[in-house]
């Protein structure tokens, strides 16, 4: 399938930081979600958005969904020592998402 | 509400043979994606069942089969298995409402060819 430009590839970040990744595509989505891995396990749903331009939050968790709908941003907040691991974002049409190659966050005590 | 189910978590497999992964869905979806993730090609999607049909398929070749049964549980069958096929393999169900709904994921089965 296609694959999403995910950026930056990886990040050491200090505890209490706000952090930001992003995602672009050369194509449109209907809608962009964002996954956390851990080590061993399968990615876990942060946040899913649906219309171009939507704004929305989960907890110290913020994402939009680009007014192209080609791109996505992920913010986390005030970095803790559990924000640890790879994070994917994913654009899906008609059920089949196309995944970024992950961001890889590590925190900083 | 029990989570995606897979089996098993661990596998090893030598060249030449096949395997069976096993999927049970979030209680209600009764769509079932499969996706193979490994370090080179990072997650990548294989096929999509939902009432028992397969909807879609990725770039994967036939040796990679799936099916899925009347209540939503899905098989994914990988025959003459390649030292490349070594991977997670991993399912997702959601619940395919007539738009693009979230997907769920699984831990995933670890599959090792030797």
């Known amino acids: 399938g296609q694959q999403l430009n995910q950026s930056p590839q990886s990040m050491f970040i200090q505890e209490g930081e706000d952090v930001s990744m992003n995602c672009t595509s050369s194509s449109i989505f209907n809608t962009w979600l964002w996954y956390k891995q851990d080590p061993g396990e399968g990615p876990v749903l942060l946040i899913a958005l649906y219309k171009a331009g939507e704004l929305t939050s989960n907890g110290r968790l913020t994402a939009q969904f680009g007014i192209t709908r080609k791109d996505s941003f992920l913010n986390i907040s005030a970095s803790i020592p559990s924000d640890v691991g790879i994070y994917f974002c994913a654009g899906q049409n008609d059920y089949k998402l196309s995944f970024g190659a992950g961001t890889t966050v590590t925190v900083r005590a | 509400k029990a989570g995606v189910t897979q089996t098993p978590r661990y596998l090893i497999k030598t060249r030449g043979q096949q395997v069976t992964l096993s999927c049970s869905p979030i209680s209600g979806h009764r769509s079932v994606s499969w996706y193979q993730q490994t370090p080179g090609q990072g997650l990548q999607f294989l096929f999509e069942y939902f009432s028992e049909t397969q909807r879609n398929k990725g770039n994967f070749p036939g040796r990679f089969s799936g099916r899925q049964f009347s209540n939503s549980r899905s098989e994914m069958n990988v025959s003459t298995l390649e030292l490349g096929d070594s991977a997670l393999y991993l399912c997702?169900?959601?619940?395919?409402?007539?738009?693009?709904?979230?997907?769920?994921f699984g831990q995933g089965t670890r599959l090792t060819v030797v």
């Open positions: 997702a169900s959601s619940t395919r409402t007539g738009r693009d709904t979230e997907a769920f």
